[in-house]
């Protein structure tokens, strides 16, 4: 690792003007790859204290053994050698999309004396007009099929069409029509072309004004009698028709486009492009890369535009290029596409209507190509396989955690604060093992004391389960916590303790909660929520379990007694899988936490009558048509209801007595009281509009509650 003072240029080399700058490493590889507006105080950026630079930027300086630049006079000359460099050298700390296939494209060889229309894949020819990409090759062969009907252009290859030329005999598809047989000499090579560029016309979304000439030369056929003539220019016209159906218009000002949308996580982000012409979705393609330098929106976006548009010229760069976040500055990337198309170039963020729309359409195919990337990944087994390897490696374990617990706090703003635990085993979940918990010990915000009663009630359940099984022996060893020759429950805790009462239900045929133990405790923050999960632990005697920390900002693993973090290199299959458990974790609690404030307040006095479910709950309000009617019910009445008894009637009606009714509405201008039927309809009542809360994305899965 070198120091990057060793090699950090003198005060008043670096240029202060647009340029592009090569981090190499002790070899000579180039490592990194930028441009500036001004290298001089882009530069001094990465000479500052290594503690105030991002983890990932601070790698690559650390990886350095040198810096070198080159001026250029202005920033869309530095964009463009950018993009060159990156090209060349492949830096490793660059980011670089990688395409999840290989799409196909229509291709028509222009270069060519007679063109050929074809799937091509791969690196783009100078000469050759492409068309898509495409999702399957199929689509393709489907498209050229009925377009040849009315451009009968070549398709065979090269050997077939110079065998053709030496027996003078064409192929089937000149005996159908469906090519036009230069091979034999039916056409010459300036009607072949002349074909083959109307047949990119219409692919390029010039589809109107030829479809028009094509009905007006049908009914000029049927004007003139010549009926074969026009039935055939109606069967082109529909076939027309049939391959621009497969298409759906989208856009409905016949625009051209390029709409780029972006995905992303802490670690990798997805891009999803699709290509509009003449108002119609024509091409989609996808990319994932690794984050592997500290990058904004913008900032992938910007690649993701240099690499789109790095080779292209004239019409392949769209018009406009609507995009989920500009690059900064953005005027040397707009003028960089428009030196690349040879006009104008619109590049922005869409604000409205069906171009907003479209955009928030490509984004869900981020989100779900990001997932799908993630998914892949995930279920490989020897990929799971190496990730657990890794994490007993950085975390010292004797054997690799076959079984994941990994607990996490959410709350609003400290009320309705509660946990979750989700289970990973051999890498993948175990949903049927999830489990939530309600913050009972005390009330308001303090993760970390939360945290220790959660450790604290899971794995008291887990020694009772021992405990019952004679697995652990009552007497002098008994862990703290658990009293001498107790089985059913748990003792409660004196007021102050961190833990309430917690009661056990007997075995019932149902599989035991918890009673199988993790190799490894991952909670989700820094040191002081591992040293709360180590305490409880600790409290309880139990020393056969490992406890680690997994903090979002930086993605750091903390260990209890540790001074500093253990960090996982960024492409560590450990990490990924710390990660996926920890979001797991976030998910589920966020899940919990927004389920629980919803019912409480949609909460009424029917909620705090025991053992009635929510079944007899709406057949009451059904039956009388409101809480204050069904108060004024005497107990007979309250029983004619189905499924109610005598004795819940009367628990029903005692409750309603006790609770307090809502204060009657005042008619303000004329000082009247209103008659109020509180809830009469109960299911009408909206709970307030989601608010930010402490844990990760929501999700509708529920586990039980202890």
């Known amino acids: 690792m070198a120091d990057p003072s060793s090699y950090r240029p003198k005060p008043g080399q670096i240029p202060d003007s647009p340029g592009v700058y090569k981090f190499r490493d002790e070899h000579r590889r180039v490592i990194y790859v930028g441009k500036a507006k001004s290298l001089r105080q882009r530069l001094a950026s990465y000479f500052q204290d ?114 053709a030329t030496r027996t003078g005999r064409p192929c089937l598809l000149g005996y159908i029509g469906k090519c036009s047989a230069p091979c034999v000499g039916r056409v010459s090579p300036e009607e072949h072309r002349e074909l083959a560029e109307e047949f990119c016309d219409f692919m390029a979304g010039r589809t109107g004004t030829y479809i028009r000439r094509q009905e007006q030369q049908m009914a000029e056929a049927a004007e003139e009698m010549e009926y074969e003539r026009a039935a055939r220019l109606r069967d082109d016209i529909e076939a027309l028709k049939k391959a621009m159906e497969k298409n759906a218009v989208v856009l409905a000002d016949a625009t051209d486009a390029d709409l780029i949308a972006v995905a992303e996580d802490e670690l990798e982000a997805a891009v999803q492009i699709f290509h509009v012409r003449g108002g119609r979705v024509r091409g989609q393609r996808g990319w994932v890369t690794d984050k592997v330098e500290a990058v904004t929106t913008g900032d992938l976006v910007e690649h993701a535009l240099q690499q789109l548009y790095g080779e292209e010229t004239g019409d392949s760069v769209p018009k406009e290029v609507l995009v989920p976040a500009l690059p900064d500055p953005v005027e040397p990337v707009q003028e960089w596409l428009t030196e690349r198309r040879g006009s104008i170039v619109s590049l922005r963020i869409p604000q409205r209507g069906d171009k907003k729309a479209l955009m928030e359409t490509v984004q869900r195919n981020a989100l779900q190509a990001l997932a799908l990337h993630k998914t892949k990944r995930a279920s490989d087994l020897t990929t799971r396989s190496r990730a657990l390897e890794e994490i007993a490696e950085a975390l010292d374990l004797d054997s690799a955690p076959l079984r994941i617990e990994c607990y996490d706090i959410s709350h609003l703003q400290g009320d309705d604060v509660v946990a979750s635990m989700v289970v990973f085993e051999d890498g993948l979940q175990r949903k049927s093992e999830y489990r939530r918990f309600q913050i009972k010990g005390f009330a308001g915000q303090d993760d970390v004391r939360s945290m220790h009663e959660v450790i604290t009630r899971r794995f008291r359940r887990y020694l009772v389960e021992k405990e019952k099984t004679g697995e652990w022996t009552n007497g002098a060893d008994t862990p703290t916590g658990i009293s001498s020759g107790t089985s059913a429950g748990v003792p409660s805790v004196p007021p102050g303790g961190e833990v309430p009462e917690i009661s056990f239900t007997e075995d019932d045929g149902r599989p035991k909660r918890f009673a199988y133990p993790p190799q490894l405790v991952v909670v989700d923050g820094g040191r002081p929520q591992v040293a709360a999960a180590k305490r409880a632990l600790d409290e309880l005697g139990i020393d056969d379990i490992a406890v680690c920390g997994l903090a979002k900002r930086l993605e750091e693993v903390w260990l209890p007694d540790d001074e500093d973090p253990v960090v996982l290199p960024r492409s560590s299959e450990g990490l990924y899988l710390l990660q996926r458990v920890r979001d797991e974790a ?77 204060a009657p509405a005042v008619n303000t201008a004329t000082g009247e009281i209103m008659e109020d039927d509180e809830d009469a309809a109960p299911e009408t009542t909206a709970g307030p509009a989601e608010e930010p809360v402490t844990a990760g994305a929501s999700d509708e899965r529920r586990g039980q509650e202890t």
């Open 50 to 163: 290594l503690a105030n630079l991002h983890p990932r930027t601070r790698t690559m300086v650390t990886t350095a053994a040198s810096v070198e630049w080159t001026v250029v006079s202005t920033e869309v000359e530095a964009l463009q050698l950018e993009y060159s460099w990156i090209k060349e050298f492949d830096p490793r700390f660059n980011v670089k999309y990688r395409d999840d296939k290989s799409y196909p494209y229509l291709a028509v060889t222009m270069n060519e004396e007679f063109p050929r229309v074809q799937v091509m894949r791969g690196h783009k020819k100078k000469g050759v007009r492409y068309f898509g990409p495409y999702g399957h090759a199929w689509a393709i062969r489907d498209t050229v099929d009925l377009l040849l009907r009315v451009f009968p252009v070549r398709t065979c290859s090269a050997g077939v069409f110079k065998n």
């Open 586 to 662: 976030h998910r589920f609690a966020i899940t919990y936490q927004r389920a629980k404030r919803a019912k409480r307040f949609r909460s009424g006095p029917l909620d705090d009558v025991p053992g009635l479910g929510e079944s007899r709950k709406q057949a009451l309000i059904k039956h009388f048509g409101s809480v204050k009617k069904l108060r004024s019910a005497t107990i007979d009445q309250i029983c004619e209801v189905p499924g109610i008894g005598r004795k819940t009637a009367e628990t029903i009606a005692v409750a309603l007595a006790q609770a307090a009714p809502a």
